[in-house]
Every structure is written in structure tokens, then in C-alpha cells.
């Protein structure tokens, strides 16, 4: 691969293990999460400029108004959604910079996420690419409606919060499916799991959380 996807310095082996023995810390106790965290290379990303701040555990720009996650947040979500589960198909809601699709892609057969910001989702394909993650597939649309073409799927996962659980997605979930979402307004919001039995549909509520809001429709910002 042309580009550094090992790292030196503050994007090297030693500082991701650093930043996995946070995560741990925390409470993430998934090991083949913690795993992926640290073979995952973040600074890949994000722009060079934030490069040496990669493996902290925090959330930073991406442009388009939009952030990546911090690293706790995609493992914890990555931890309920893969819990003693194989996963055949995920969807993935607000693809970003692409680095959570690439996490789940190495949990998943299959990882089709959608994204509303084009710019945004012609980066993300670029690093697909040069990763060669070929088990992604990609769109630029509406994360509210989902995908339907391609469920029922055994796990979404959300990188938008919304006020309310979208209905479409709900309906897109596989029996025992599990869907991950953070909800609610700015300062007030949860991360929820919901998964569909046979009887309905079961929430548990987790920990608090910061995302930008779900919203509707396409942006064509490049």
C-alpha cells in the first residue's frame, strides 16, 4: 500500500496499545475488539494535520461539520453489536470518514453503509479502496430510510443520533437483529439497543453519549 498504514511515533504500535489499555480502563472487554482497535489504523482517516492525535481518545474533525468518533464510543457500539452474535450483513447509518465501517468490516461478511454527505463518502471509498476492504459496499443517501435492498440485516449501526428510533431501519432488522443508535436531543442523548424477537422488540439503554443529529435528505458538498 502506498500510503503509511503502520504509523510512527504518535500514529506507531505502541501508542494504539496505549490507547487499547484505556479502552479497557473503561470497560471495553470485548478482546477482538480491543484487537481491531489496535490494528485499525485511525490516523489514516483524518487529515495529516491531526494525525499525531490519532490514538486519543476523543473525537475529532473531519470536515462537512462532522467528527469521527472517539475510539471508546466505536468499541463500545462495536462491542454490544457483534456480543456473542455472528454477523452475516451490517448496515452502517453516516459512513463519515469510514473508519467505524472498517472496524465493523472485520466483524461482518458484509457492510453496506449508507452516507447523506457526498464529500464525506467519496473519501471514505477511497480509503476502502486503498485498505482493499472489499466486503463494503457504499451509497449516497437518506440514513433514515435505510437500505432496504440488501436487509433484513443482522445489525445497523448509527453514527447519527435522531430524536426518534426511524422506522424504516426498525423494520430492516433480521429476526434477533440488533440495532445500535444513539437517541435523543443534544446533552440528553443514550446509545440504545434494540433487538427483534419473535414477540416484538427488546430496548436496553447504555451509556451517555455526544453525536451530531440524523438528519434528513442528501447533502452534495464536496
Not at 196 to 206: C, I, K, L, P
Request: include cysteine.
Amino acid at each position: 500500500m502506498p500510503l503509511d498504514i503502520k504509523g510512527i511515533g504518535m500514529t506507531s504500535q505502541r501508542t494504539r496499545d496505549r490507547l487499547a489499555k484505556t479502552l479497557v480502563e473503561m470497560g471495553i472487554k470485548s478482546e477482538a475488539v480491543l484487537d481491531v482497535i489496535r490494528k485499525t489504523p485511525r490516523h489514516f482517516f483524518i487529515d495529516e494535520a491531526l494525525a499525531s492525535r490519532a490514538y486519543e481518545n476523543t473525537a475529532l474533525p473531519i470536515g462537512f461539520n462532522q467528527t469521527i468518533s472517539q475510539p471508546y464510543i466505536v468499541a463500545k457500539m462495536t462491542e454490544i453489536l457483534i456480543k456473542d452474535k455472528e454477523l452475516n450483513n451490517v448496515l452502517e447509518i453516516g459512513t463519515g470518514c469510514g473508519y467505524q465501517t472498517v472496524v465493523i468490516a472485520q466483524f461482518a461478511q458484509y457492510v453496506y453503509t449508507v452516507e447523506r454527505v457526498d464529500g464525506l463518502l467519496m473519501r471514505a471509498r477511497e480509503r476502502f479502496q486503498e485498505l482493499n476492504y472489499t466486503n463494503i459496499r457504499s451509497k449516497h443517501s437518506d440514513g433514515n430510510v435505510g437500505w432496504s435492498a440488501h436487509g433484513p440485516y443482522d445489525g445497523i449501526i448509527v453514527a447519527a443520533a435522531p430524536i426518534g428510533v426511524p422506522k424504516a431501519l426498525i423494520e430492516q432488522l433480521a429476526l434477533n437483529g440488533r440495532l445500535v443508535i444513539p437517541i435523543g436531543e443534544s446533552g440528553e442523548q443514550k446509545l440504545l439497543l434494540i433487538t427483534r424477537t419473535q414477540d416484538g422488540y427488546n430496548e436496553e439503554f447504555f451509556d451517555s453519549v455526544s453525536f451530531v443529529p440524523m438528519l434528513a435528505g442528501i447533502d452534495t458538498s464536496r
